[in-house]
């Protein structure tokens, strides 16, 4: 069956110059739910994603390496208020034993990720382990922190100390519904302004957003989309929403059809605006669906992020319900690549084409 005329005649001028298409089209699209207009969405996300990227899945070693966090955002498990988190912290030698692990394993790239901490022994702990990083892997493995909002001098120290990505979600491009929630003590643009400062330290920017949250609308998203593009971000890190029993939005309604639905259709709408940008298919999506990963990357989506938090710490990074805990191994990697006629970048940092373009590197 083809799709509905409407979405047809979007997805052509989505393929052929997505940035003439404004909030409206962009929010129809996300609303044309149906499965052949879905169908189709992917299809050309797809296409677009082959073409601008390649067959090949760029893959990055996750360690999360401590989930103490002074944060209080309502929808996450590792919030400071949550009394039932049990909290841990990796010390300097677990986390080069873990980045030695993701190396040997034969990744190009490691992400570091914990909850947020800004005080000058954080810092200071961060930029050490960094170097040691460096020092146990040859300086082959490109490294991303993924660490919250920090002064500008803690972006330069960890720059200089060898982190040249960095991931921060700015989970809602909607002033009024990221005040809904988070505590008063933090700021949207407080965060937007985050993303300036990455940027102008020299890092390459990944950002995105919680997809399906109450409240939550497809221009909300739609505008969510249009702020990923201007900001020209290089990486986009998006995921569907699942609540966390130990917070606030515990009984916000999730109907996981549905979130595994809007996480897609946001990932292939992301892929048709921001076509050379690094888009991960993320682990909540696999939270709802086994095969989640899988759709996301025929969604247009194009990393996948494998979990190398040494497993007896893995349950305890609980940021929502279900969040799997599983391990993916190498041949696991391998047989995702080859259900869907890709490749794995083994052993290649994987920087997304449009950072190389905008500079100069191409
Ligand atoms: N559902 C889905 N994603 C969540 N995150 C935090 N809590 C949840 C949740 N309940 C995401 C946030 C954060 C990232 C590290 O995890 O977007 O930026």
């Not at 739609?222 to 130990?246: E, S, T």
């Amino acid at each position: 069956m083809d799709p509905s005329p409407g979405t047809a005649a979007l997805l052509v001028q989505a393929q052929a110059a997505p940035d003439t298409l404004g909030l409206a089209d962009w929010a129809a699209l996300l609303a044309a739910d149906g499965p052949t207009d879905r169908t189709a969405l992917h299809a050309a996300a797809y296409a677009v994603k082959r073409r601008e990227v390649g067959p090949v899945i760029r893959a990055r070693g996750l360690v999360e390496f401590s989930n103490h966090c002074v944060q209080n955002c309502r929808y996450c498990g590792i919030r400071r208020d949550n009394r039932g988190a049990v909290r841990y912290q990796l010390d300097a030698a677990e986390i080069v034993a873990a980045a030695r692990g993701v190396h040997a394993a034969g990744y190009g790239s490691l992400v570091l990720q914990a909850g947020e901490r800004r005080d000058p022994a954080f810092i200071e702990f961060v930029a050490e382990a960094l170097v040691a990083i460096h020092a146990a892997t040859g300086g082959s493995l490109g490294v991303t922190l993924s660490l919250g909002e920090q002064s500008p001098a803690a972006y330069r120290r960890w720059r200089e100390a060898g982190a040249h990505r960095y991931l921060l979600r700015i989970e809602t491009s909607d002033r009024g519904l990221f005040r809904a929630l988070h505590p008063a003590d933090q700021d949207w643009d407080g965060r937007a302004a985050c993303l300036d400062l990455l940027r102008d330290a020299g890092y390459q920017v990944g950002t995105g957003v919680l997809i399906g949250l109450p409240g939550q609308t497809a221009a909300h998203l739609a505008a969510d989309l249009l702020f990923l593009r201007d900001r020209d971000v290089d990486m986009i890190g998006m995921g569907p929403f699942i609540p966390h029993d130990g917070t606030p939005l515990a009984d916000a309604p999730c109907a996981p059809a549905r979130q595994l639905d809007l996480g897609l259709a946001m990932i292939a709408c992301a892929r048709l605006l921001l076509p050379d940008a690094n888009i991960a298919a993320t682990t909540a999506l696999e939270a709802l669906e086994p095969a989640g990963r899988r759709l996301g990357l025929l969604a247009g989506a194009n990393v996948v992020m494998p979990n190398h938090t040494p497993a007896d710490r893995r349950g305890a990074y609980d940021l929502y319900r279900g969040k799997p805990t599983a391990a993916d191994t190498r041949a696991a990697l391998v047989a995702l690549a080859d259900t869907i006629g890709e490749t794995v970048g083994w052993h290649e940092a994987g920087d997304a084409p449009r950072w190389r373009r905008r500079a100069g590197r191409n």
